[in-house]
């Protein structure tokens, strides 16, 4: 009875650690930077200089 419970816990214990080296492995791999930063901003000139003074004559 013994033998059988620790067979059990060895391997749950293998278990456990092969999934916490999965684990570790995945997040190693899926820590690169995947942002590239996109320029979208487009200047526009919108203000257009309107002429309003009226020559007087004297």
């Known amino acids: 009875m013994s033998a059988r419970l620790f ?11 092969l999934l916490l080296a999965a684990g570790t492995a995945v997040k190693a ?7 590239t930063p996109t320029d979208t901003v487009t ?5 257009t200089p ?3 003074a009226t020559p007087t004559v004297a």
Do not use: E, F, I, K
């Open 29 to 35: 791999q899926s820590n690169t930077p995947t942002n």
């Open 43 to 47: 200047p526009t000139a919108t203000n």
């Open 7 to 17: 067979n059990l816990l060895v391997s749950a214990g293998l278990c456990a650690a």
């Open 50 to 52: 309107t002429d309003t």
